[in-house]
């Protein structure tokens, strides 16, 4: 990876939250995670950018899989091509566990603001593990105003 790389992503890492001691003061958890909305939004535009160059590996880790696979039984990690792709993919999978990190901690929350659910659901846009509390937002938002 290169330098410039490893310093935009440790910058977006590195970004304070907006205002975050106001918005704190406030107390609710959907205030704290829209307050990391713009940080959230620029990890996942990286990770998408960074997955992006990364599938090109992966596909080739796939052919080199198929020819050589045959009718033995070799590990992925055997194939040379898996180390270039796990390489690749090195600062997405830092993006995708710090991004985990911080949707555990809201993990079960219900948010009641459209900002919140929408941006609860890019989330979800591009990881398998938030789609649960995404969907689930998504259909407690129009059961309320189905009731409302």
Not at 22 to 32: P, V
Not at 53 to 62: K, Q, R, T
Not at 83 to 97: G, M, N, P
């Amino acid at each position: 990876m290169t330098s410039s790389r490893r310093a935009a992503l440790g910058a977006i890492l590195a970004a304070p939250l907006a205002s975050l001691p106001a918005i704190a003061a406030l107390g609710s958890d959907e205030t704290r995670f829209l307050a990391s909305a713009s940080r959230i939004v620029a990890m996942l535009n990286e990770y998408d950018r960074l997955w992006a160059e990364s599938h090109p590996f992966y596909e080739a880790w796939l052919k080199a899989a198929e020819h050589l696979i045959g009718d033995r039984h070799l590990e992925r990690d055997t194939i040379p091509e898996w180390d270039t792709y796990c390489e690749s993919r090195r600062v997405a999978d830092e993006i995708d566990a710090e991004l985990y990190d911080l949707h555990e901690s809201f993990e079960g929350v219900q948010f009641q603001s459209a900002d919140a659910i929408m941006l609860r659901h890019r989330i979800a846009l591009t990881f398998d593990w938030a789609e649960q509390d995404a969907g689930d937002n998504v259909k407690a938002y129009w059961e309320a105003r189905q009731c409302a």
